[in-house]
């Protein structure tokens, strides 16, 4: 054994005193001490001053330097932690601009806070004595800075610190970021010291997450291996003190991916002085360069259906299959559309055996990354399989069609519907999936925010709206409403749970034409209709229909040639979805077929309907309606025509013209030449009519961009007469009286040679039949028919059964929408047969009652009995329905009737015409905007019209009273007179007994005058009001619905 | 007299005094100086720094039993505790309790005021980057676990301004010397030595302290420890020669002392527990070693231009003997062969019956139940164990074979004594006796270790040739 000196190096002592040297021992001597790899960091603190920890990070790059060299010399985890944290800092702020633009989300940040040594070391002299009498000594001689910057990141609010910069490495991180090793169950994994690190996640662009994945220099990507290499460590004229790290990155001299002709184009990185970072001389800089790479999602989203090619730009398939039931959003990243200029994206997939590959073209390169439903590498994205997790989505955008004036682009709709097959424990529900819009600026393309339109912004998106959410115990999904006003959009950002994929819809676009088109809107009671005819020709009016869907969904609509198109679309929306668009959204296409005019007027809307009514948001028309049950969540309004909730109605008119929107746009019209004509019933009066006045002004200008005189108002009984007359249908225009019988409301209009003298309308429609009489209860249920039939109905379709069935256990639901719902079914049921079998004294009292009103009305104003009498309105068809299809039997009821009141014989020419509901549109498409309004009168069955307001009714009541007992008496023999012709005539068999609903037309109207004038007049009305209607019918309504139930 | 302030930093430091007293106990001469130890280590309980403060008090106390002659003093013996070892407080008739600014159990953040700062003052981020979470929740009572950075601003505040510190600056006067003991890959020691070079160097106003005579001997790796995984510590000493080139590094060019000695090994040779808070390490020969350059720089005189000293061994073994050594560490070995013979002896004597000492000089059974003789013995059982550690330690430093009282020529391994057994040294101890007529003091305690050492260097002393 030789001679060995008792220290960390050999020097070579002769003999074994203590041998006197004048140079000591120096860092130069240091090279040869073996050293141990360490993998504990919390155990480098090394040197005797506070500033150590700046120390051990320099000596961190020396010790990976000497194992980049030597990798017998285990650099160890501490070490080598460091390092990579250090690599972190440079390689985040190298790569700001992309986080900033790409990775960053709202409230995150990096920022470079300047620390003046000057002033804060008087602040720590102040605050911490102790620590400033260590440290300002040291500061001078071991840092020598004016400045620190600290490198600060910020997430909800918080502040983390990432790193101080340092004379020696550039930067250095805190201690408490430094991570142990932690093996648990056959696995790796790292700790941070601190615990305000454990939820720092910020992914690295090259993939990974900064200071958490080890990384050392030779790992990383090659942009920034050469802006280290080449840039920021290449000057000779470095200060001494980055020896060791410059050493380190030097080392990589051979690195294949380092090039000196390398390009980077780059950018001062800031401080929050707005000051260039430089540390030490040490210029810092972050990449400009456009990363093509930085476009694609980490992630693709892989949906369980196919995306209509037709409705959204989707991914291209290399090697498509036929048997293809998935599909993939397009991975990128909303900036990518920049690239393109609003041209399409240029990306393939290809399917692999476990993967696929996403290629992106841009300017003749390709650009390729691999997704795999478990990534292998973390170059790799990762695939989220949707049908995998058992969850699904789909959208709708309404309307899919813009106009080619950008200002008439002022409304657009997106419903997202998402479910979890596991209800119960559901993983993906609304709340968790968002859409984000982008718009194409014409510099770029930016992102529409989201803003409360209220607030004086110009455009935007308004907070989306959750409509409904799913339940453990349903297995239909929840539903999120998205509005944009005042813009269109280019493109959207789905977001599910955090991962995004590209959307770009497919839009229609109208094309500028000289065509314009007129819209004729019958808002009825009951039913609601619309036609359209093209201005400058005479053709027949036409029933509203589109030609194309006006709804995009994002799913592939089923190709079958024996379904309709809406067939196709709506089976081919996922079962969770399905009802919830259904009920929620509206037709993906109004055809004529599977959805058309005429519509049920009604009303969906959210059962706990606190908030503002807004189309879509919580309300819609109820298309679906007498098709598909509501749920439990949402309730229906049919009475919105009388109600005076101006919202609902709004909503109605709102879609109504929105759908019209689309109409026009899709026939290239010119949207603000277009002219609409609604009815006005004549009984509207006072604030309800100016409601609609104001609604039909608004609305269209909104909507359409038309001004209130493109827009004509019409009464909803004189109407029909033109379009009759114009189909030469009334043979003699010398008398004409048009019957317009609604759900709500008869009108009635007597034509002297061609001009309207007089106008009457009756609360005294169709509903009465089916109705409670003046049951002051909304769930009464009393009605004769009702209760005959609902519990032995049948229906030939098991939806309907059980929608009948469900509408019955709806105590909302009144008897009226049931018996209509029957009716609006009646081919699948044997409604009509059995009201037309059991039933029908009791339509020939109403029809009776309507015509003998009508007679004395005329003949108490002198005007000569009719010559013509003309059926409109779908409430009319119950007469040809239920009582007879013989138009000589109808005649003579009418005959008899106006024989026994006008006197003499009567022959009068009666019309029923097929066109019965559409004959108001259609009247209201021929009139002339100048022709002579009608006189509007209310008829109290006296011939002097003195009874103008309530109070004139309450002075003169007994005289009133026995002037309507009169006629009731009246009324009650011309019923028996006609039942016994009836009879006679063979329209009334064995099985109905005539004397029964005789007996009970005839009995006392007075008690009931007298019930119903006080709880339906006096207690409605103050005296002073006018009276619009009549009390003629008050007692007969009781009296119809006492026969229901016989 | 002259002094030698010596600074025992940290628990090296305090390991290395623990030697320095045993070899002045063996006999080791300071060359006049009055050995001052200041023992400077925030660790409240920690064993070895009572157990020092306890084996100083008992050589203090054999010293003074050594010098004593009822109202005056004699000079000190030749040989065994030639030295005088004298504490601060002794100086200073104060208190030398080193340890009383961090006396306590502190922690760090509280000690330099953190919640002073504002959530929002930037200040707080410097703090962060300086000290980890752990640091500044750490209790200062159980020293710097390695952690420097936080023993440079304790150790300086408890430098600064203490009264102890004060007084060493009192009672440094011209001509005495100031010795530093430090560890370089702790924390106590790595950054009590520098700090203390500062505060000498600093002291303008007493030229006696900043131009005294300074010399440091600065211990580098030689011992490992544990895996810190297994006790959860905060202490690896896979990185010590990191640490060590690291410190090494950073001092060039920054060293004070006139002498700086450096000690260490190449390799880690023992592993000890990793536990911060017991820190009872064996007696290792490194530490005797470091112990040896105090005598050294003793015998030297200011040197024109700073001195770096070290150290080598003859051979590179496992078990060193005086061989192995090297003829350098004759006299070292001497030291702790005599002392290791007076403790045969001093354990035999009492029970020899036949022993004219007995009689002529009164060692009788009364002296050895006096309490000089008692305190000797005790501190022989101190020195017994704690040469049994450096014999069994590694390195060993294992010169003797001293449990055979009868075969005790071999009582130094490679060198025949001419004492075969213990009645030689007897003997001896009887001719020396009686060539000492003189009669000047009636300390039997002190003829007791002036005839036992005559007699032990009579044979040992070829040890030296």
Known sequence: ?1046 | MKKVFVFCVGGTGIRVMKSITMLMAGGMSTNGYTVVPIILDPHLDLEEKKNLHSLLDSYINIYKNSINNGTSTLNPLDGFFNSEIKLLSQLNNQSNDTQEPVGSKEKFSSYIKTSNLRADDINNYLVETLYSSKNLDSQLSVGFKGNPNMGTVVLGEMIEGADWFKAFKIHCEKDDRIFIISSIFGGTGASGYPLLEKKIKGAENEPAVKNALMGAVTVLPYYGLKDPASTNSDIDSANFYTKTKSALAYYEGTVLSDYLYYIGEKTLKQVYENDEKKQDDKANFIELVAASALFDFLKREKPETRQFLSRAIEKDVDSLDRSSLGKGYDPLVKSVADYMLLSALAGELPKEKYFPLKKNRGFNESFYKDEPFKALEHFNAIYNKWYSELAQNKRAFAPLHYDDLQKMSGWIVGLELDAKDDSYYLLEMIKASNKDKSDKHSNKFRYFLQFAYDAINYYTSKINK
Not at chain 1, 456 to 474: A, D
Not at chain 1, 571 to 594: C, H, M, V, W, Y
Not at chain 1, 735 to 745: M, Q, R
Not at chain 1, 786 to 806: C, G, H, P, Q, V
């Open chain 1, 1 to 1046: 054994m030789a001679r060995i000196d008792l220290n960390i190096v050999d020097r070579g002592i002769q003999g074994t005193d203590w041998i006197a040297e004048n140079v000591g021992l120096t860092a130069d001597h240091l090279d040869e001490v073996m050293e141990q790899k360490t993998d504990n960091c919390g155990a480098l603190n090394s040197l005797p001053t506070p500033f150590a920890r700046f120390f051990v990070a320099k000596e961190a790059f020396r010790r990976v330097t000497e194992e980049n060299k030597d990798s017998k010399k285990e650099a160890g985890f501490a070490y080598r932690q460091l390092v990579s944290d250090i690599l972190d800092v440079y390689e985040l702020l190298f790569n700001l601009k992309y986080h900033n633009n790409n990775t960053f989300t709202k409230g995150q940040k990096i920022e470079l806070r300047e620390w003046k040594s000057e002033e804060n070391l008087k602040v720590i002299k102040d605050k911490m004595p102790v620590l400033y009498n260590s440290i300002h000594n040291y500061y001078s001689t071991d840092i020598k800075e004016d400045k620190l910057y600290f490198l600060v990141y910020t997430e909800d609010g918080k502040d983390k610190l990432l790193a101080c910069s340092s004379p020696l490495t550039g930067f250095v991180t805190p201690p408490d970021m430094d991570k142990s090793i932690v093996k648990k169950n056959n696995t790796i994994s790292y700790k941070f010291s601190g615990s305000q690190y454990e939820n720092l996640h910020i992914r690295r662009k090259s993939g990974g997450e900064y200071f958490r994945d080890i990384k050392l220099f030779g790992e990383r990507d090659a942009d920034f291996k050469n802006y280290m290499y080449n840039e920021l460590f290449s000057s000779d004229s470095l200060d001494g003190r980055y020896r060791f790290i410059k050493e380190y990155i030097r080392s990589f001299k051979d690195d294949v991916e380092i090039r000196n002709d390398y390009h980077l184009k780059l950018a001062d990185v800031m401080t929050d002085q707005n000051d260039p970072l430089v540390v030490n001389g040490l210029t810092f800089k972050s990449s400009d360069a456009l990363d093509i790479m930085s476009y694609f999602n980490r992630t693709i989203i892989k949906v369980p259906y196919r995306i209509s090619r037709d409705n959204f730009i989707a991914v291209k398939y290399k090697n498509d299959k036929k048997e293809r039931d998935y599909d993939y959003l397009l991975p990128f990243k909303p900036e990518i559309l920049n690239l393109y200029d609003g041209q399409q994206i240029d990306s393939e997939v290809h399917i692999g055996r476990n993967d696929i590959t996403v290629t992106l073209k841009y300017n003749n390169k390709e650009y390729k990354k691999t997704y795999n439903e478990d990534p292998v590498n973390s170059s790799q994205g990762r695939i989220i399989n949707l049908r995998a997790a058992r969850v699904n989505f789909d959208l709708g955008l309404f309307p899919n069609i813009l106009s080619y004036n950008e200002a008439e682009n002022n409304y657009f709709k997106v419903m997202l519907v998402a479910a979890d097959e596991d209800a119960e424990a559901p993983n993906l529900n609304v709340d968790n999936i968002s859409l984000t819009f982008f718009k194409n600026s014409g510099k770029d393309f930016i992102p529409i925010k989201e803003v409360d339109p209220t607030e004086n912004v110009e455009f935007g998106t308004c907070p989306p709206y959750v409509r409904s959410r799913q339940k453990s115990t349903s297995v239909d999904g929840g539903t999120k409403f998205y509005e944009l006003f005042n813009t269109s959009f280019d493109a959207m950002e789905i977001n599910l749970h955090g991962d995004t994929g590209l959307l770009i819809p497919v839009w229609n676009r109208s094309e500028r034409t000289n065509d314009t088109y007129t819209y004729a809107i019958d808002l009825g009671t009951s039913n609601t209709f619309i036609s359209r005819c093209k201005n400058g020709e005479n053709n027949l009016p036409e029933l509203f229909t589109v030609e194309k869907p006006i709804v995009n969904f994002l799913h592939e609509p089923l190709k079958d040639s024996q379904l309709s198109t809406n067939r196709c679309i709506e089976d081919s929306i996922f079962l969770q979805a399905r009802n919830k668009i259904k009920t929620e959204f509206l037709p993906a296409i109004i055809d004529g077929k599977d959805y058309k005019f005429p519509i049920r007027t009604a009303l969906c809307a959210i059962r706990s309907n606190a908030n503002k009514p807004k189309l879509f948001d919580n309300h819609n028309i109820a298309f679906f309606y007498e098709k598909l049950m509501s749920n439990n969540d949402q309730v229906i309004y049919t009475d919105i025509k009388w109600e005076k909730d101006e919202a609902k109605l709004k909503i109605f008119v709102r879609e109504l013209l929105l759908i019209i929107k689309c109409d026009i746009l899709q026939r290239n019209g010119d949207l603000n030449r277009t002219r609409l004509v609604w009815f006005k019933p004549l009984s509207f009066r006072g604030t309800i009519r100016s409601m609609y006045e104001d609604i039909w002004h608004k609305e269209p200008e909104d909507i359409l961009f038309i001004q209130p005189s493109q827009v004509d108002c019409f009464s909803e009984s004189e109407a029909p007469y033109y379009y009759f007359k114009k189909k030469n249908i009334i043979p003699n225009s010398d008398a004409v009286s048009v019957i317009d019988i609604g759900g709500g409301s008869t009108d009635f209009v007597y034509f002297q040679d061609n001009k309207p003298k007089m106008a009457n309308s009756v609360h005294f429609g169709c509903d009465v039949l089916w109705d409670n009489g003046f049951v002051d209860f909304e769930n009464a249920r009393e009605n004769g028919i009702y209760n005959k039939y609902k519990d032995t109905i049948r229906f030939d379709r098991k939806d309907l059964e059980d929608l009948n069935d469900s509408m019955k256990l709806d105590t909302l639901v009144k008897t009226k929408d049931i018996i209509n719902f029957w009716l609006g079914n009646s081919s699948h049921c044997d409604i009509v047969k059995s009201l037309r079998d059991e039933y029908k004294p009791l339509f020939i009292y109403h029809f009776v009652s309507i015509l003998f009103y009508m007679a004395n009305m005329y003949k108490d104003q002198n005007l000569m009995a009719p010559k013509t009498v003309v059926f409109s309105g779908n409430g009319s068809k119950y007469i040809d329905s239920f009582i007879s299809s013989d138009k000589r039997i109808l005649k003579e009821i009418v005959d008899t009737v106006f024989d026994e009141v006008f006197g003499g014989k009567n022959d009068v020419s009666l019309q029923l015409p097929k066109e019965r509901k559409e004959s108001t549109c259609y009247g209201g498409l021929y009139r002339s905007s100048d022709a002579e309004a009608v006189p509007e009168f209310v008829y109290q069955c006296d011939s002097a019209g003195k009874y103008v307001k309530v109070d004139d009714l309450i002075k003169d009541y007994d005289n009133l009273k026995a002037t309507l007992l009169s006629k009731y008496k009246n009324l009650s023999n011309l019923y028996k007179k006609v039942l016994d012709k009836m009879k006679t005539a063979g329209i009334l068999d064995d099985t109905i007994n005539p004397k029964v609903y005789a007996d009970c037309a005839g009995e006392d109207m007075g008690t009931p005058f007298d019930t119903y004038f006080k709880t339906e007049v006096r207690e409605q009305y103050s005296d002073e009001d006018m009276l619009f209607d009549t009390v003629f019918f008050l007692p007969i309504i009781n009296r119809v619905f006492e026969m229901t139930k016989i």
